[in-house]
């Protein structure tokens, strides 16, 4: 038996195998779960069937996170056919390639508009339609990044909009707690994904990364899905409003340097 075996699992912003997403549906599913998925576009729809296909899931569905009729016809068909829902991830972003990079007072008004609406605001989007879903309590998910905390170079409007996204996380689970329904976000390192390819110094942050983190090592996409399981079942059952970090345990120094550098550094 699985660990999440009858449950319903709806996941947004599955992009290709390279996906946060798709280590979490890979878990998920391994787990029992029934997956439903969304995509927007054409694009995105021939790599989603694929992947799809994979593992069995027969519910494909076109949606904008930032159109409003688009998610109710979507969240209308769940609804019609499965009747309920037990777990949504929500693994959405987008900044403007613009406003990434470069310097932090030059992003432009609309870019900022465009990427707080599609990143942060699309968590209350969902939520607010899955809540009527969920009527046995359920588990709300997104992904997030340390750049939400601390300065993270060239990530700019992205930082603000995962800013945005963790207050949102703490907010809706205040909300939607008295029904059951717990809501976090897991803070990952960075991973090369298609969306971690539009941030500027990507391959160092990766390199970085991997030298100076506690654990000396970078984050896979299956390493996030482990704790996504977790916030999935019931091992997490009294866990809402938090931010989980799965960096190797990078958001805990003060000082980030590699091994050498910390042994000239303790040398002084």
């Not at 900022?112 to 359920?138: N, Q, V």
């Not at 997104?142 to 800013?163: C, F, G, Q, R």
């Not at 866990?239 to 550094?265: N, R």
Request: glycine share 8%.
């Amino acid at each position: 038996m699985g660990m999440l075996d009858g449950k319903i699992a709806l996941v947004f912003g599955l992009a290709n195998k390279n996906s946060i997403a798709w280590g979490i549906i890979k878990k998920l599913h391994a787990e029992g779960a029934t997956i439903l998925l969304s995509y927007v576009g054409e694009i995105m729809e021939k790599r989603v069937m694929p992947l799809a296909e994979e593992i069995g899931c027969t519910f494909v569905e076109p949606a904008d996170v930032s159109k409003d009729d688009e998610l109710d016809v979507l969240f209308a068909k769940v609804q019609e056919r499965y009747g309920r829902l037990d777990i949504l991830v929500h693994s959405v972003a987008f900044g403007p390639r613009e406003d990434l990079g470069g310097r932090f007072v030059d992003i432009s008004r609309e870019g900022f508009k465009l990427s707080l609406d599609i990143s942060a605001y699309s968590l209350i989007a969902l939520a607010k339609r899955s809540e009527p879903l969920m009527t046995d309590g359920g588990s709300i998910m997104s992904l997030t990044y340390y750049a939400a905390e601390k300065v993270m170079p060239k990530y700019n409007v992205m930082a603000i909009a995962k800013a945005a996204l963790e207050a949102i996380t703490r907010y809706l689970a205040a909300d939607l707690g008295p029904k059951g329904i717990r809501v976090n976000t897991i803070s990952a390192g960075p991973i090369k994904t298609l969306a971690a390819a539009g941030v500027p110094g990507i391959r160092t942050m990766l390199k970085y990364n991997e030298k100076a983190s506690p654990l000396r090592a970078n984050v896979t996409q299956e390493e996030v899905g482990d704790t996504a399981l977790y916030l999935a079942s019931d091992l997490s059952r009294k866990v809402t409003g938090e931010t989980i970090h799965v960096d190797s345990g990078y958001h805990v120094l003060g000082l980030t340097a590699s091994e050498e550098d910390m042994k000239e550094f303790m040398a002084d």
